[in-house]
Nanobody
Framework: QVQLVESGGGLVQAGDSQRLSCAASGLTFSRYAMGWFRQAPGKEREFVGGINWSGSDTSYTDSVKGRFTISRDNAMNTVYLQMNALKPDDTAVYYC????????????????????WGQGTQVTVSS
């Protein structure tokens, strides 16, 4: 049984940093590209960024480039999302997901192409 469990969310102030973690089990983690998505109230789920098997290739949506960094530790079966210079617009539930394609790339930007999802963790950025 595949499980993805996010942690690290909470309430922060604008300009602060926060790191999210996603612990995976039940899959060969090092053979899955991983993605981070977010969903704000009343909005569709949005691609934040992705990372390939080894962590050597990452991609990000434009609104977080230069502020967010995705990394992974395959020995710990964990993917991270380091978020710096947070803005109120970053407020959302953040989800990690495992790519269904099993390709060694930074993953698709379409949520429906991911096979497994975590339950999400709330990030709230106050102004």
């Amino acid at each position: 049984q595949v499980q993805l469990v996010e942690s690290g969310g909470g309430l922060v102030q604008a300009g602060d940093s926060q790191r999210l973690s996603c612990a995976a089990s039940g899959l060969t983690f090092s053979r899955y590209a991983m993605g981070w998505f977010r969903q704000a109230p009343g909005k569709e789920r949005e691609f934040v960024g992705g990372i390939n098997w080894s962590g050597s290739d990452t991609s990000y949506t434009d609104s977080v480039k230069g502020r967010f960094t995705i990394s992974r530790d395959n020995a710990m079966n964990t993917v991270y999302l380091q978020m710096n210079a947070l803005k109120p617009d970053d407020t959302a539930v953040y989800y990690c997901a495992a790519d269904a394609s099993r390709l060694n790339w930074s993953g698709p930007r379409v949520a429906s192409l991911y096979a497994y999802w975590g339950q999400g963790t709330q990030v709230t950025v106050s102004s």
